[in-house]
T-cell receptor, first 113, second 113 residues
Framework: NAGVTQTPKFRVLKTGQSMTLLCAQD?????MYWYRQDPGMGLRLIHY???????AKGEVPDGYNVSRLKKQNFLLGLESAAPSQTSVYFC????????????FGPGTRLTVT | AQSVTQLDSQVPVFEEAPVELRCNYS??????LFWYVQYPNQGLQLLLK??????LVKGINGFEAEFNKSQTSFHLRKPSVHISDTAEYFC???????????FGKGTLLTVNP
């Protein structure tokens, strides 16, 4: 039981390049989330999904797209990376019933130069 | 809308001293409250949660928190800290049909020998 995994762990991009971050969970959770963490800002929600085939915008969605084609996977895409997207990205998943705990992946550290 | 305020961005303490990390929230509905811990270069891990019932909640690693509805607070406490408790601590709230977590900006706890 791996929990929540994220790929890759580190990435350096040049401005304008694109990439996809992959999140996978093996807990059969319905809800999945993408956050970004910046110093002094806490975690901010980018996009989330309440089930396979559904996605919705969070607090800071601009410049990102997501897809949830399979229940266990949640992809975060950057179509044209900008230096402002330099951050640590965390994925989380959550079941539909109590205890309403979100389980986090180990994070992806992205640098855009 | 809901929000979380962590009143201290940094808390330095000496080993074996008691510590309190403060968290206040605002919400128009009943809430669930959480404290997460993030050790250096790792993802977030749940410390404890309040869903209902007893207002004093015990978590892992000797931490506890008290839910105070009248003061809209959920402060985290530990009677005697260890060097290994050095980490960033995040308070989070979710409520009603809004299953999304709102995080505070974090408190960096540094335990010095």
């Amino acid at each position: 039981n791996a929990g929540v995994t994220q790929t890759p762990k580190f990435r350096v991009l040049k401005t304008g390049q694109s990439m996809t971050l992959l999140c996978a969970q093996d807990m059969n959770h319905e809800y999945m989330y993408w956050y970004r963490q910046d110093p002094g800002m806490g975690l901010r929600l980018i996009h989330y999904s309440v089930g396979e085939g559904t996605t919705a915008k969070g607090e800071v969605p601009d410049g990102y797209n997501v897809s949830r084609l399979k229940k266990q996977n949640f992809l975060l895409g950057l179509e044209s990376a900008a230096p402002s997207q330099t951050s640590v990205y965390f994925c989380a998943s959550e079941g539909q019933q109590e205890p309403y705990e979100q389980y986090f992946g180990p994070g992806t550290r992205l640098t855009v130069t | 809308a809901q929000s979380v305020t962590q009143l201290d961005s940094q808390v330095p303490v000496f080993e074996e001293a008691p510590v309190e990390l403060r968290c206040n929230y605002s919400s128009s509905v009943s809430v669930y409250l959480f404290w997460y811990v993030q050790y250096p270069n790792q993802g977030l891990q749940l410390l404890l949660k309040y869903l209902s019932g007893s207002t004093l909640v015990k978590g892992i690693n000797g931490f506890e928190a008290e839910f105070n509805k009248s003061q809209t607070s959920f402060h985290l406490r530990k009677p005697s800290v260890h060097i290994s408790d050095t980490a960033e601590y995040f308070c989070a709230v979710s409520g009603g049909s809004n299953y999304k977590l709102t995080f505070g900006k974090g408190t960096l706890l540094t335990v010095n020998p």
